[in-house]
């Protein structure tokens, strides 16, 4: 295995050492994480080898990490570099969290289903002097980006304070999470919250990027609005979401109705998991988000409009307020929670 550079002799952790990583196909993300959620520093940043294979993944993933545990607390810098007690990695495609393994995974990150994340990474850490309050590696616990997201806004963001809340990212795809009580909810395949991959009326007929037809994700996910788009008017140079919700605006007939009916199936999935789950609060999050009322209010009208009372009048649907860091932030509050379970 590579060895990841860094010195051989940092002092034990503590349980109050912390950090983070959200591993996309572009960028890998990663900072310290105080107990409060606070980060330590900034966020430091590394591309994602995603056509490189696993061993490239992994190794960029322990490297970056030694290279946050470098940063502190430890200044000045002839100082030995702070401890880490745990490390969370919130990764693309559908994780074993109990393993820290990867299910399934698309092609995005070139032969990741399959990849034992955390034995890797452990691995290269201990290899690399990182050691954990044992002694040994630092512990490394793994799960899906989305669910490290929503552990991140349910634990101190959007969803701070509630004992059920539902988390759905719609970007370049639609994903989502439940947590329960702080902690998020994997179910017996680790697929709860997947909203993307539920039945949609309005996706009669057109195939998701699972290769099923007729889920929410192929007319709710940003891309997905852009190709039905050129679909229906013959376009060739819209390429995102972000386009048509422009053209909508300038009043482009075709635009608006596709924007339209993209929160519109958003609403009505949304409702449904809301009749089974009855949660406190609803929060969107990713691109999509960050749109505007043409977006906005059919997604809140859907929801209230499919709703019994009281809960279409008292349910609160709203964007997520961490940002970029959610991921980061939960994926540390999960390694956290999983070390005081194993105590």
């Known amino acids: 295995m590579p ?5 051989a002799d940092r002092p034990v952790a503590t349980a109050e050492d912390l950090i983070g990583v959200d591993v996309g196909g572009t960028k890998i993300a990663a900072a310290r994480v105080a107990p409060d959620g606070a980060l330590r520093g900034g966020v430091r940043e590394v591309p994602t080898p995603a056509h490189a ?31 880490v007690a745990a490390v969370g990695i919130g990764s693309a495609g559908v994780i074993d969290a109990e393993r820290g393994t990867v299910i399934s995974a698309t092609d995005a990150i070139a032969d ?13 850490l201990e290899a690399a002097g ?9 512990a490394v616990h793994v799960d899906n980006d989305v669910n490290a997201y929503a552990a991140g806004e349910a634990w101190i963001g959007a969803g701070a304070g509630a004992a059920c809340a539902l988390v759905v990212a719609v970007g370049t795809g639609v994903g989502g999470a439940v947590v329960l009580d702080g902690r998020v909810h994997h179910g017996a395949h680790g697929l709860a919250g997947e909203l993307g991959h539920m039945p949609s009326a309005l996706a009669a007929g057109e195939r998701c990027s ?17 190709r039905r788009f ?10 995102g979401a972000l386009a048509v919700e422009r053209l909508a605006r300038a009043g482009d007939p075709d635009a608006r109705r596709l924007y339209r009916e993209a929160a519109t199936a958003l609403g009505q999935a949304i409702a449904g998991v809301v009749t089974v789950l009855d949660p406190d ?28 009372e009281p809960v279409a009048t ?11 860091t959610a991921p980061i932030v939960g994926a540390a509050h999960q390694a956290a929670q999983r070390l005081a379970d194993a105590r």
């Open 3 to 7: 060895a990841v550079a860094g010195p």
């Open 112 to 124: 990741w289903a399959g990849t034992d994340i955390a034995g890797g990474v452990a691995a290269r």
């Open 210 to 226: 699972c290769g099923r037809p007729g889920h929410l994700e192929a007319v709710a996910a940003g891309p997905q609005i852009a």
């Open 230 to 239: 050129c679909e229906a008017t013959g376009a060739q140079d819209v390429t």
């Open 281 to 308: 609060r609803v929060i969107i999050s990713g691109g999509l988000a960050r749109s505007g009322p043409l977006w906005w209010e059919p997604l809140r009208e859907t929801v209230r409009r499919e709703l019994v």
């Open 130 to 138: 990182l050691h954990g309050p044992d002694g040994g590696a630092p």
């Open 314 to 324: 008292e349910l609160q649907l709203l964007p997520a307020a961490l940002g970029t």
């Open 53 to 83: 294979g696993p061993a490239a993944m992994l190794d960029a993933i322990a490297g970056l990490i030694v290279a946050v545990a470098d940063d502190g607390p430890g200044a000045p810098t002839s100082r030995r570099p702070g401890p």
